[in-house]
């Protein structure tokens, strides 16, 4: 992409406005023989409490590509606002060119219309609560290029995870499941029969079981539950695999200075060896906890979310798993 940056500074530090390619050397050969390379980046948000995390959204050049959910930006370069992940400063490459602050919050904008949106649509569809890119056919080039921009985003974010979350990176549950599920499609062949999953099989498998919808959706109202809380699902590995719903008891939703805290309280018996994990669907991307506390012993738990706001914090979006590998 021929692009000129307009103050020739490529050492700087990296700044919300910042057009930046992914390092070179993130890229390398994924799942299914594919190559990923590096692609371009507009940084959009800071993240609460660290000078070197970033929210970025992918960026295109191709105009024929470009369509609902997309930002223009100059000439025919084009943000993806449905498609926003986390960066760190340390994945990300020279300065190619800075955005002034009206171009940035366009994307941002564009992206809650976005998320809006899906929403509504998931709404009046109980059989497709996830969210999900435009609906165009399966055959049309443009919601095949999305499928792909979005597995390259999942690709790169979840490189960049163990940086985030350093409950998420040492998961003993995590691990087990990478170690089992590594063909595309065994992940479905496994939990199928109760779990709705997005299209993308280069997700970390572990994000991919938290963000799985329940099928059919109204399962989780057979188990008993109270008036303050909400679902989670409950993820059993062996002797077969198996996930039910639990309903767990919410204690505290509250915007803080260090993120958003989700704490509550589980009261069904657990393992010694149960973790939790969670993440939150927000406008153009998702969250990951960076912070997921579990007491087996109390069924207590704390969840910190530094990328979610008063504003993004809706529990309805919020997706939380629990299991032992």
Same mark, same amino acid.
């Given at each position: 992409?021929?692009?000129?940056?307009?103050?020739?500074?490529?050492?700087? =530090?990296?700044?919300?406005?910042?057009?930046?390619?992914?390092?070179?050397?993130?890229?390398?050969?994924?799942?299914?023989?594919?190559?990923?390379?590096?692609?371009?980046?507009?940084?959009?948000? *800071?993240?609460?409490?660290?000078?070197?995390?970033?929210?970025?959204?992918?960026?295109?050049?191709?105009?024929?590509?470009?369509?609902?959910?997309?930002?223009?930006?100059?000439?025919?370069?084009?943000?993806?606002?449905?498609?926003?992940?986390?960066?760190?400063?340390?994945?990300?490459?020279?300065? !190619?060119?800075?955005?002034?602050?009206?171009?940035?919050?366009? !994307?941002?904008?564009?992206?809650?219309?976005?998320?809006?949106?899906?929403?509504?649509?998931?709404?009046?569809?109980?059989?497709?609560?996830?969210?999900?890119?435009?609906?165009?056919?399966?055959?049309?080039?443009?919601?095949?290029?999305?499928?792909?921009?979005?597995?390259? =985003? =999942?690709?790169?974010?979840?490189?960049?995870?163990?940086?985030?979350?350093?409950?998420?990176?040492?998961?003993?549950?995590?691990? =087990?499941?990478?170690?089992?599920?590594?063909?595309?499609?065994?992940?479905?062949?496994?939990?199928?029969?109760?779990?709705?999953?997005?299209?993308?099989?280069?997700?970390?498998?572990?994000?991919?079981?938290?963000?799985?919808?329940?099928?059919? *959706?109204?399962?989780?109202?057979?188990?008993?539950?109270?008036?303050?809380?909400?679902?989670?699902?409950?993820?059993?590995?062996? *002797?077969?695999?198996?996930?039910?719903? !639990?309903?767990?008891?919410?204690?505290?939703?509250?915007?803080?200075?260090?993120?958003?805290?989700?704490?509550?309280?589980?009261?069904?018996?657990?393992?010694?060896?149960?973790?939790?994990?969670?993440?939150?669907?927000?406008?153009?991307?998702?969250?990951?906890?960076?912070?997921?506390?579990?007491?087996?012993?109390?069924?207590?738990?704390?969840?910190?979310?530094?990328?979610?706001?008063?504003?993004?914090?809706?529990?309805?979006?919020?997706?939380?798993?629990?299991?032992? *590998?």
């Amino acid at each position: 992409m021929p692009l000129q940056p307009d103050h020739p500074q490529p050492d700087a =530090a990296p700044a919300v406005g910042d057009i930046r390619r992914i390092q070179e050397t993130f890229g390398r050969w994924g799942p299914q023989g594919r190559s990923f390379n590096p692609p371009l980046v507009l940084l959009v948000e *800071p993240v609460k409490g660290r000078k070197d995390v970033f929210r970025a959204a992918q960026i295109h050049d191709f105009p024929a590509l470009k369509g609902p959910g997309d930002t223009p930006l100059f000439s025919e370069v084009f943000a993806e606002s449905w498609n926003i992940f986390l960066v760190t400063r340390g994945g990300l490459g020279p300065l !190619v060119r800075r955005l002034d602050k009206a171009a940035v919050a366009r !994307v941002l904008k564009n992206a809650r219309r976005w998320t809006q949106e899906e929403e509504r649509a998931a709404s009046a569809d109980l059989f497709d609560k996830v969210l999900r890119p435009p609906a165009y056919s399966e055959t049309c080039f443009r919601d095949a290029f999305r499928r792909l921009e979005k597995e390259t =985003a =999942a690709f790169f974010a979840s490189s960049m995870l163990g940086d985030f979350s350093k409950t998420f990176a040492e998961s003993r549950l995590r691990h =087990a499941l990478m170690e089992k599920y590594t063909d595309p499609g065994t992940l479905e062949d496994a939990f199928g029969t109760a779990l709705l999953f997005e299209d993308n099989p280069f997700e970390d498998p572990l994000l991919r079981l938290a963000l799985s919808s329940w099928m059919p *959706p109204a399962l989780p109202m057979a188990a008993a539950g109270g008036p303050q809380g909400f679902f989670l699902k409950r993820i059993q590995l062996s *002797p077969t695999p198996a996930v039910d719903p !639990v309903w767990a008891e919410l204690r505290a939703f509250e915007e803080t200075e260090d993120g958003f805290l989700v704490a509550g309280k589980i009261h069904e018996p657990l393992s010694d060896e149960t973790e939790i994990h969670a993440v939150w669907r927000i406008p153009g991307g998702r969250a990951v906890a960076w912070e997921a506390e579990l007491d087996p012993k109390t069924g207590y738990f704390r969840l910190l979310f530094p990328e979610v706001t008063k504003r993004t914090a809706l529990l309805g979006n919020l997706e939380v798993l629990i299991g032992r *590998p």
